[in-house]
Structures are given as structure tokens and as C-alpha cells.
């Protein structure tokens, strides 16, 4: 027999079980096509994912490091750059360094260009 203190906690237990299998029947599809779909949609994402991992570790993958390498010497061509320009040294001292060092670097083109 079940005492009257026990009771409201009974009730109390079964109304919280219903409320929430309640909220969770609101979130299941209404019909098994619905979960079909959803099931062979996030199998299809797995599938490709697992694809492209495959392709990276074979070596198949296109690769992208051409783009990034370029990138990465632009980045060091404008920080030279900067630096440059900021310098310690004269406006005046500085471009003629500058100037110097393009005029060797073209003539150091020239040659090869030349020779070959």
C-alpha cells in the first residue's frame, strides 16, 4: 500500500516522464520517409567526407600549395618592403639602395636571360 506521501511524488515523476516524451515526439519526423532521408542524407555527407580523406592520404587530391607558396612570397615581398621603407636609415639612403639593388637584380636577369 502506498502512502499519501508518495503519491504527489508518483505524480509528479509520471508527469515529468510524459512531458518529456512529449517534447521528443515533437522532434521525430513524421513519417519513417522523413527519417529515411535524413539518415541517407548524413550518409551521404559521411561517404563524401571519408572519400576526400582517402584522396588526401593517397595523394590524389588536387593540392593547393602552389596558391598558398605564392601567397606567402607576396607576404614576404610587402613585409621586405615595409621594412625597407621604414627603415632607420634617410628616405634618400634608403631609395638608393633600393634603386641599387633592382638595378643588380636586372642586371643579374639580363645575364641569364642571355646565356640562355
Do not use: C, F, H, W
Request: charge should be negative.
Amino acid at each position: 500500500m502506498r502512502s499519501k506521501k508518495q503519491e504527489p511524488l508518483l505524480n509528479l515523476l509520471i508527469d515529468g516522464g510524459l512531458y518529456l516524451l512529449d517534447s521528443l515526439r515533437e522532434r521525430l519526423p513524421d513519417s519513417m520517409d522523413d527519417l529515411k532521408s535524413r539518415v541517407r542524407n548524413k550518409y551521404d555527407i559521411a561517404s563524401d567526407r571519408v572519400g576526400r580523406a582517402t584522396s588526401v592520404l593517397r595523394g590524389e587530391e588536387e593540392s593547393e600549395t602552389l596558391g598558398k607558396v605564392g601567397a606567402l612570397l607576396i607576404g614576404i615581398g610587402i613585409g621586405v618592403g615595409i621594412g625597407v621603407l621604414i627603415a632607420p636609415a634617410s628616405g634618400e639612403e634608403t631609395r638608393a639602395d633600393l634603386a641599387e639593388k633592382i638595378s643588380d637584380l636586372g642586371d643579374t636577369l639580363r645575364e641569364r636571360v642571355g646565356k640562355e
